[in-house]
């Protein structure tokens, strides 16, 4: 076990419940490390800086996500013939139900999650795991061949997995996690192995107008669709046109299986998130009628343009999981017709803010900068021409909060978006939003 996090612990149980044995490896002192009830299936702790130091005397090492394929001692003893595994390739070699899993750069917690409710609305046994929060393994003894999985994978996850799901989802893929990846090719590679590894009878869903989702798509022995978009002109998949929800399986014309009125979340990219819901439902074999209900039963999750309070006729809205300039921006663009005061910025994750600088010209009445990548957000808005008021380098989240309602008449949006990671001043994103929902309620 390299690591031993959430989702190697459960790996754990499931390997002691088998009777197997094996070692843990994980930087972090003795005392940092849960010592679970099964620790007698533990043969060896490697704890501390130098737990990774040799790996060459193991037979499989099962990687958590947070340690790279591409680290060094990763590499030697990959060199020297130990295979190298997680969770994540396990439970796809050893699930006996089919897999829809879903990737891409924003997004997939929210398309898995509608996925769900579609599933949920036709009465299909499904159950969801992954990147969401639930490690699959803890439910792999659960299944049946009966059941259907929804697995939203991170590329940490899908890194080298070296195995795809038969149904795969690929939302679309911009530049993301340059602090984990040694580069953006490398990025994309690794979101590529959800469906690289499909054979002729699985099929991929691609994120139409994208290219780099659409090239990986292209590489995979299954059958091709798209979802998204605003034109039926890309042959099978879903899209919207003229207020309705269109599906097309390889007939002549069109099928409307829902209304766009069915789906309660806001912005273009939540839209194109429901069609690829409902693309990868049909796929599975849910009847057309249960999509409108399952799309309305759903109204989004936590810190995802979420409306957490309104005082003196302001809206304060939650979007704390935008943590790329790609993301921020759609969040900026999902409020037409109303001023915007956008709260942005956090720690680095080597992201280029130019398309968020446009964003704000083009959406934003006024910007207040929080964290380490409030300047880079800064000079990027003033480079794109954005002339609004700016209140920059906030200390504190009630700070920002309180300098957006200055700024804000009634009508007006106070949006946290940041475009950033949030370390540095908060543990997580969650704790980023909370701390916003605090703010606002306090207002």
Same mark, same amino acid.
């Given at each position: 076990m390299l690591g031993f996090g959430v989702e190697n612990q459960a790996l754990g149980a499931w390997l002691a419940s088998r009777g197997c044995s094996f070692s843990v490896c994980d930087h972090r002192s003795e005392s940092c490390v849960t010592d679970p009830a099964w620790d007698g299936s533990v043969t060896q702790w490697r704890l501390g800086e130098a737990a990774l130091a040799d790996l060459t005397d193991f037979d499989v090492l099962f990687r958590s996500p947070g340690i790279s394929a591409r680290q060094t001692e990763l590499n030697a003893a990959v060199a020297a013939g130990v295979r190298l595994s997680s969770g994540t390739e396990l439970f796809l070699q050893c699930c006996p139900a089919p897999v829809i899993a879903v990737t891409g750069t924003k997004g997939k917690g929210t398309? !898995?999650?509608?996925?769900?409710?579609?599933?949920?609305? $036709? &009465?299909? $046994? +499904?159950?969801?795991?992954?990147?969401?929060g639930i490690p699959p393994v803890t439910f792999l003894d659960e299944l049946s061949a009966h059941d259907l999985v929804v697995l939203e994978l991170s590329s940490f996850q899908l890194q080298d997995l070296g195995a795809s799901p038969q149904g795969a989802v690929l939302l679309p893929v911009a530049t993301d996690h340059l602090d984990y990846h040694e580069s953006r090719s490398e990025y994309v590679a690794a979101k590529g192995e959800i469906c690289r590894h499909q054979r002729s009878d699985d099929?991929?869903?691609? !994120? !139409?107008?994208? $290219? %780099? !989702?659409?090239?990986?798509? +292209?590489?995979?022995?299954?059958?091709?669709? %798209?979802?998204?978009?605003?034109?039926?002109?890309? &042959?099978? &998949?879903?899209?919207?046109?003229?207020?309705?929800?269109?599906?097309?399986?390889g007939e002549p014309e069109a099928e409307a299986v829902a209304s766009l009125s069915d789906v309660r979340l806001r912005g273009d990219h939540n839209h194109d998130n429901a069609c690829a819901a409902v693309a990868a439902s049909l796929l599975a074999g849910v009847p057309a009628e249960a999509v409108p209900k399952g799309l309305q039963a759903f109204r989004g999750l936590p810190h995802r343009l979420e409306q957490v309070g309104s005082g003196d006729g302001v809206l304060y809205v939650n979007d704390s999981l935008a943590t790329t300039p790609e993301s921020a921006a759609a969040g900026l663009q999902a409020w037409p017709g109303q001023r915007v005061i956008l709260i942005a910025g956090g720690s680095s994750k080597g992201a280029d803010f130019e398309p968020l600088g446009i964003a704000i010209v083009a959406a934003a009445a006024a910007v207040v900068t929080i964290g380490q990548e409030g300047p880079a957000i800064a000079r990027a808005a003033r480079a794109a021409g954005f002339t609004g008021p700016m209140d920059e380098d906030c200390a504190t989240m009630a700070r920002a909060v309180a300098a957006a309602a200055a700024r804000a008449v009634p009508g007006d949006v106070v949006l946290l978006s940041p475009a950033c990671a949030s370390f540095g001043m908060f543990a997580s994103y969650a704790d980023r939003g909370e701390a916003f929902r605090r703010a606002a309620l306090n207002r």
């Amino acid at each position: 076990m390299l690591g031993f996090g959430v989702e190697n612990q459960a790996l754990g149980a499931w390997l002691a419940s088998r009777g197997c044995s094996f070692s843990v490896c994980d930087h972090r002192s003795e005392s940092c490390v849960t010592d679970p009830a099964w620790d007698g299936s533990v043969t060896q702790w490697r704890l501390g800086e130098a737990a990774l130091a040799d790996l060459t005397d193991f037979d499989v090492l099962f990687r958590s996500p947070g340690i790279s394929a591409r680290q060094t001692e990763l590499n030697a003893a990959v060199a020297a013939g130990v295979r190298l595994s997680s969770g994540t390739e396990l439970f796809l070699q050893c699930c006996p139900a089919p897999v829809i899993a879903v990737t891409g750069t924003k997004g997939k917690g929210t398309t !898995a999650s509608l996925l769900m409710s579609i599933l949920d609305a $036709a &009465g299909v $046994a +499904a159950r969801i795991g992954g990147n969401i929060g639930i490690p699959p393994v803890t439910f792999l003894d659960e299944l049946s061949a009966h059941d259907l999985v929804v697995l939203e994978l991170s590329s940490f996850q899908l890194q080298d997995l070296g195995a795809s799901p038969q149904g795969a989802v690929l939302l679309p893929v911009a530049t993301d996690h340059l602090d984990y990846h040694e580069s953006r090719s490398e990025y994309v590679a690794a979101k590529g192995e959800i469906c690289r590894h499909q054979r002729s009878d699985d099929w991929v869903l691609a !994120a !139409a107008g994208c $290219a %780099t !989702a659409e090239s990986l798509a +292209a590489r995979s022995a299954g059958r091709n669709l %798209t979802f998204g978009g605003r034109s039926p002109d890309r &042959g099978d &998949g879903c899209w919207i046109e003229d207020g309705q929800v269109w599906w097309r399986d390889g007939e002549p014309e069109a099928e409307a299986v829902a209304s766009l009125s069915d789906v309660r979340l806001r912005g273009d990219h939540n839209h194109d998130n429901a069609c690829a819901a409902v693309a990868a439902s049909l796929l599975a074999g849910v009847p057309a009628e249960a999509v409108p209900k399952g799309l309305q039963a759903f109204r989004g999750l936590p810190h995802r343009l979420e409306q957490v309070g309104s005082g003196d006729g302001v809206l304060y809205v939650n979007d704390s999981l935008a943590t790329t300039p790609e993301s921020a921006a759609a969040g900026l663009q999902a409020w037409p017709g109303q001023r915007v005061i956008l709260i942005a910025g956090g720690s680095s994750k080597g992201a280029d803010f130019e398309p968020l600088g446009i964003a704000i010209v083009a959406a934003a009445a006024a910007v207040v900068t929080i964290g380490q990548e409030g300047p880079a957000i800064a000079r990027a808005a003033r480079a794109a021409g954005f002339t609004g008021p700016m209140d920059e380098d906030c200390a504190t989240m009630a700070r920002a909060v309180a300098a957006a309602a200055a700024r804000a008449v009634p009508g007006d949006v106070v949006l946290l978006s940041p475009a950033c990671a949030s370390f540095g001043m908060f543990a997580s994103y969650a704790d980023r939003g909370e701390a916003f929902r605090r703010a606002a309620l306090n207002r």
